[in-house]
């Protein structure tokens, strides 16, 4: 009796870790009170019915949430694909440049995210993914008329994300110049005309009228660099067992829902703030951008699993992209 007493109480024990209430760190591009804050708010909402409860602790700049989160102020941490390359890399991976070409792409994906052999690239020793909030892809914005070309490119000044090997790369094999920015300060940056080009999700320009605020000849080249979610990240010590998997459902089941809202922030550009680029221009960024992302798929910076499983993505939906016609 003594025994099974013992056992019982140290149920209950485990029971109430779990119970406790559980921080999550995180980073809002724009404000808490934005779509993304909606998302998780949807998020927490459903842990809850798994018996787990969650606070959720905004932050401004995404480097103060990763260090809070580094420092186990948290428990969770919500964080772009750019910047959580250290706590998984396949997921991190999924913002390779050039790699997503779209949200079609993103929702086929996020539909496999609790296939087994996905979930095991999910899940490390320490830190786990419950899943990404698309935000959107990245396109290039400019105050010049004269950007639909890779040539064009040359000796530009072209803002991207400090500590992104691929993406400082990329900048040199078109001959530009990097400036580094974070998500906090680019697009002010850009503004005060510091840079030439803008690298960005529309959900990042959507508060601003462009052509007023940034200048007559801003445009937006439809060309996709990279895409931008924000992944989910947790240390699983802290959560009940099971709770990854069960989270990962929660995203397959609205995927069409997550992926709908970031056509719906790329949908509201007007078309006349689009700049198009001439099909042989495409194929000469294409391979450009291979080229860049193959190189560290090969050094094992990028996660080599999560590219192939993009490629394949990608394929079915665009057989005549550069690396499907081989």
């Given amino acids: 009796m003594k025994k099974i007493i013992c056992m019982l109480l140290l149920g209950l024990g485990s029971t109430a870790s779990w119970s406790a209430e559980q921080t999550w760190c995180v980073f809002d591009p724009l404000n808490a009170k934005g779509e993304i804050g909606h998302s998780l708010e949807d998020i927490r909402l459903f842990a809850l019915q798994q018996q787990v409860k969650i606070k959720i602790k905004s932050f401004k700049h995404e480097k103060d949430a990763i260090q809070a989160f580094d420092q186990k102020q948290c428990s969770g941490l919500a964080a772009s694909n750019f910047n959580t390359h250290r706590y998984n890399r396949f997921m991190a991976s999924s913002g390779a440049i050039g790699l997503i070409p779209n949200n079609r792409v993103m929702s086929t994906f996020l539909k496999l995210l609790n296939h087994p052999q996905v979930e095991k690239s999910m899940v490390g020793a ?3 993914v419950l899943g990404m909030i698309p935000v959107g892809t990245v396109y ?18 072209i803002a991207i994300l400090d500590n992104n090997p691929p993406h400082l790369a990329l900048v040199q094999s078109v001959g530009a110049r990097p400036v580094y920015v974070d998500f906090s300060n680019a697009v002010d940056i850009f503004k005060q005309k510091k840079v030439d080009v803008l ?11 462009l052509q007023k605020e940034f200048g007559k000849n801003t445009q937006v ?3 996709p660099t990279a895409y931008f979610g924000m992944n989910i990240v947790i240390r699983p010590q802290a959560y009940p067992a099971g709770f990854g998997h069960k989270m990962r459902g929660w995203f397959v089941n609205n995927s069409n829902v997550l992926t709908a809202q970031a056509m719906q922030w790329e949908n509201h550009l007007p078309a006349y703030q689009w700049a198009d680029i001439p099909y042989n221009e495409v194929y000469m960024y294409d391979a450009i951008v291979t080229k860049v992302r193959n190189r560290y798929v090969a050094s094992g910076y990028y996660d080599g699993f999560m590219v192939e499983l993009m490629r394949r993505l990608r394929c079915l939906e665009e057989p005549k992209y550069i690396e499907c016609r081989q």
């Fill in 126 to 128: 320490g830190y786990e």
């Fill in 140 to 157: 290039m914005m400019t105050d010049s008329t004269q950007t639909n070309k890779v040539s064009h490119l040359k000796n530009k000044t």
């Fill in 199 to 209: 690298v960005a999700p529309i959900y990042r320009i959507l508060p601003y009228q």
């Fill in 221 to 223: 080249v439809n060309f």
